[in-house]
């Protein structure tokens, strides 16, 4: 059963690979299951139809037959279950790979969306300029324990699983600000993710989405 996917009919990263439905294609092209994209507008997002599936109005939703999950990590999670390739066969191991998915949801991302609060939603507040220090102090706290921890391995465990996936795809969130750069093992470990040929597989096809739109609106390639 092909799995359908949903995803930013305009996505506001302009094909960058930074909204969270990329999460959901690459694991899903790591593990070779073809899947289709239903592309929803914002105001789609907050329709019945689409809270539905998803009860906060956001993307991805996964549909798999009758099933319908919402939640990248729930999402990764059960596509890495029901697939070889994304979680070790060894029990202890694979509960190893499963609590970086979760240290990567519940232990880094949450300081780097602090970021993108602060810069975007808070940056024409009076104390903004202020507060952003403490909020880069917080990443880069997260940011040293991770690079000590990963030392000079290529992964985060035995080879590559769904952890160094989600980790990945929250620390590529980083990109802009430049705070990656001043780990050169995490920035070496994004850059060899994004050398996999799933994951440029997925950039491809979420960027596709946003090629196709620029093209349908008159725009130059
Ligand atoms: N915890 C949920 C999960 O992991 O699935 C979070 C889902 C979520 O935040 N979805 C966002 C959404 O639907 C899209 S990815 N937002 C619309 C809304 O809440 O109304 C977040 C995102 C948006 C834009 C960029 N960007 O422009 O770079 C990056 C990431």
Redesign the pocket.
Known sequence: MTPIITAFAQ???RG?G???DMRVRWALEEVGQPYQVRLVS?SE?KQAAHLALHPF????TYEEGDLCL????AIVLHIAERHQGLLPADAKARARAITWIFAALNTVEPVILDLTTAKLLEGDKPWSQERLPLVEERIRTRLGQLSDYLGDADWLEEGFSAGDLMMVSVLLRLRASGLLDEYPNLWAYVARAEERPAYQRAFAAQKAVFTSRQQADGHQP
């Open positions: 996505s506001p990263d960058r930074l909204a969270r914002f997002m109005g956001q993307i991805p919402f939640e990248t990590g």
